[in-house]
Structures are given as structure tokens and as C-alpha cells.
């Protein structure tokens, strides 16, 4: 158990309106990630994180940004929803000093009608 | 562009018997993960591999890493109900210290009592 929390774990909204989910982590892990996962595609990499106002681009960032001001949250914007961006988000750390392994916390289910 | 192509994507078998889930890819790994989802729930890191040839066994499940290090294999031997779930193998690339990784599909396996 790495200590990941993340909220909300269900939401519903509408298209257009913003919308945070907020990864939370108690064991000040440097790097974190958000991914989405939908049928077909497997995990696919939104945004991570390296430390502190430290933020990189994945492979499917458009209509979205990160930011984590402390190391213990890290926070996933999506600034106007899109029903495109309905699937299951999930937050991940990584251990320092190891050959890439993550850890996944229990993931947030997001539908924008 | 998926990198890492996971096959077969669906799998259903009786209790007792063996089988084997495949990670291809034309790209050279630094590390490979498998991990192993159940339904509303994050991925649970199974195994890392790093070695090209590598053999690593995890009780009734063997994994190996190519000796290319450009795909993967996981045998169940022996399958048993709790073995049911999404299984999801991921790829590491660069030399680099970002943790990123790239997701195969996933294999959604059910075994049958």
C-alpha cells in the first residue's frame, strides 16, 4: 500500500463546466502521474510529475493541466469537460530508485454528460 | 500509435488449465511491468523485469522478458478462479529516470470453476 487517495472517487458533470480531481499521497513519493483507462487502450499517460511545480506532458494531454504545489497532492484539471474525456482516471508514484514501477491509487470514475 | 500490442485481448478458460498472455512491441525496453487489475480497482504491480532473457516466477504465474528486451510473456499454470481479472503489461523505454511507461491494451481473463 503506497498511501494513495484519490477524490473524488465518482462524478458526474456536464459538458463545459471545469472539473479537479485531487491525488493525494502520504509517503512523499517524487514523481506521480495521472493516467485514464478506457476500453481498448489500456493505460495511457496524461501528465506526471518530478517534484514541487515540476510537470511534463503524456501522450494525451490536450484539455487538461496538472499542478502540485506540495509534494503530497497532485491535482488533474480538465478546464471545460468534453464527453470525450468520460473514462477512469487513475493516479500512480513511482519508488525512487527503482526500474519504473508504479503504484495505482483506486482510481476516479468521471462521466460529463 | 500503440507500442505495445497485448494479445490474446480476451481469454476464457476452465479451472486447471494453463495459458499464456503475450507483449510485443519494435521497441527496445530499459524494464517491463505486469500488473493485474480487478474490476473497480487500481493495477497491482505483479513483477519487473530487466534482463534480456529473464525468467522471474511469481508462484503459478512465469514471466519472461525477450532477449531483445522488445517483448514479454506471462504462462499461468493452472488457472484458478482468482486468477480472473485484466492483466496489463507495460514498457519502459529510455535510459531516463521519469518512470514513464507505455501500456499494452490489457488481457481480461475469466476462469471458470
Known amino acids: 500500500d503506497a498511501g494513495i487517495t484519490q477524490s473524488p472517487r465518482h462524478k458526474v458533470t456536464e459538458t463545459g463546466t471545469p472539473v479537479t480531481l485531487r491525488c493525494h499521497q502520504t509517503e512523499n513519493h517524487r514523481y506521480m502521474y495521472w493516467y485514464r483507462q478506457d476500453p481498448g487502450h489500456g493505460l495511457r499517460l496524461i501528465h506526471y510529475s518530478y517534484g514541487v511545480k515540476d510537470t511534463d506532458k503524456g501522450e494525451v494531454s490536450d484539455g487538461y493541466s496538472v499542478s502540485r504545489s506540495k509534494t503530497e497532492d497532485f491535482l488533474l484539471t480538465l478546464e471545460s469537460a468534453t464527453s470525450s474525456q468520460t473514462s477512469v482516471y487513475f493516479c500512480?508514484?513511482?519508488?525512487?530508485?527503482?526500474?519504473?514501477?508504479?503504484?495505482f491509487g483506486p482510481g476516479t470514475r468521471l462521466t460529463v454528460t | 500509435t500503440q507500442l505495445l500490442e497485448q494479445s490474446p485481448q480476451f481469454l476464457s478458460i476452465q479451472e486447471g488449465e494453463n495459458l499464456t498472455v503475450y507483449c510485443n512491441s519494435s521497441s527496445v525496453f530499459s524494464s517491463l511491468q505486469w500488473y493485474r487489475q480487478e474490476p473497480g480497482e487500481g493495477p497491482v504491480l505483479l513483477v519487473t523485469v530487466v534482463t534480456g532473457g529473464e525468467v522471474k516466477k511469481l508462484k503459478r504465474l512465469t514471466f519472461q522478458f525477450g532477449d531483445a528486451r522488445k517483448d514479454s510473456s506471462l504462462h499461468i499454470t493452472a488457472a484458478q478462479p482468482g486468477d480472473t481479472g485484466l492483466y496489463l503489461c507495460?514498457?519502459?523505454?529510455?535510459?531516463?529516470?521519469?518512470?514513464?511507461?507505455?501500456f499494452g491494451q490489457g488481457t481480461t481473463l475469466q476462469v471458470k470453476p
Open positions: 500512480a508514484i513511482k519508488m525512487t530508485g527503482t526500474a519504473g514501477e508504479q503504484y
Open positions: 507495460a514498457g519502459a523505454r529510455g535510459s531516463g529516470n521519469t518512470g514513464k511507461l507505455i
